[in-house]
């Protein structure tokens, strides 16, 4: 499976981006999704991430109210729709896919290249 994020940029604080994971080599229909980020200096953390058919999501305490992930199987897909972005929202954004819905980066198999966010306050 390879993953490739798109849709990160440099917005102003306050601001909405949208990001999209487009998976290829296989349907990730059966797969949990999630998205991680990275900050400068800082370790990966877990943003969000949801189940196979979209049925169960779950956020990091920091995005939730803001952020909302989201798939389309029959496009292969996942999103994360940004909104009130702030500059503790600047990383490197990564999709993940994986059999375990679950917050927990080792158990994801799959990783996009990543997509850089900066948020100017």
């Known amino acids: 499976v390879q993953l490739q994020a798109s849709g990160g940029g440099l917005v102003q604080a306050g601001e909405s981006l949208t990001l999209s994971c487009v998976a290829s080599?296989?349907?990730?229909?059966?797969?949990?999704m999630g998205w991680f980020r990275q900050a400068p200096g800082k370790e990966r953390e877990f943003v969000a991430s949801?189940?196979?058919?979209?049925?169960?999501?779950s956020y990091a305490d920091p995005v939730k109210g803001r952020f909302t992930i989201s798939r389309d199987n029959a496009k292969n897909t996942v999103y994360l729709q940004m909104n009130s972005l702030s500059a503790e929202d600047t990383a490197v954004y990564y999709c993940?896919?994986?059999?375990?819905?679950?917050?927990?980066?080792?158990?994801?198999?799959?990783w996009g290249q990543g997509t850089q966010v900066t948020v100017s306050s």
């Open positions: 993940a896919v994986g059999l375990s819905f679950t917050g927990v980066d080792g158990r994801y198999h799959y």
């Open positions: 949801i189940s196979w058919n979209g049925g169960m999501t």
């Open positions: 080599g296989r349907s990730v229909s059966s797969y949990a």
